[in-house]
């Protein structure tokens, strides 16, 4: 297992070179800072990583999971807003992710993001209720809803929110899932540099995953979420009991 998670933080870090804060360099339009916050605030969009079955009162789950999404890095804001002025081509955002199971078929998760050699920090909340509980024959549905709010960065501020649904059926050692979510993301500017209107942006989005359990406790988890022209894939590995 050290191995694995030591795979997963290299795959994490790998595309990171040097330090690329996020922050205003030159002027930008409003329709330019618009596409940034919208592609911005998917790539830090609290994904679920596990299926709709949840964990009941005394379960707990605790992951390492990393999210990469294909950023547009050739268009001019993403230039304008890094400070290298060189963008990523995709930005990996790892994360501890931590969930509770509860009475009455209720969830709730918190996560914790620092991405290495930027100024990106993030955290988020999450609550998971079980529509149907699930059996031999019947899937697990519930309904999830999550909220992300930035830090670290002094230019930008933004939130996320999403409301998901997700079904999953398990199979031995698989269990797929999947789901669709409504999506928003507000984002403001914070410079002298500029002046701009906040960006109030409501989108849609499709989920599918499957997580995997080889051996008690343990569970991995790839996932990928498909939201207009923004793709993210998602690998996990954490303790599930």
Known sequence: MKKLLLILCLSAFASLGAAKDIEFTDLI?????????????????????APAETLGMTGFDISLEVVTTDIS?????WEILVDDNDPFSQLPVPRIHVQKGLPFGLDVGAMYVNVPDTN?????IEAKYALLDGGILTPALSIRGSYS???????????????DLLISKGFLMLTPYAGASITRVRGSENTSLVELDEVNETDYRGIAGVQFSPFPLLVINGEVTFLGEVRQYGFKIGLRF
Do not use: C, H
């Open 29 to 49: 339009s409003q329709e330019d800072f618009k596409d940034f916050v919208k592609e911005f605030g998917a790539s830090l969009l609290f994904n679920p990583m």
């Open 73 to 77: 890095d050739g268009k001019r804001y």
């Open 149 to 163: 709010q930035l830090s670290g960065v002094d230019d930008i501020d933004l939130n996320t929110q999403s409301l």
């Open 120 to 124: 990106i920090d993030l955290w988020g």
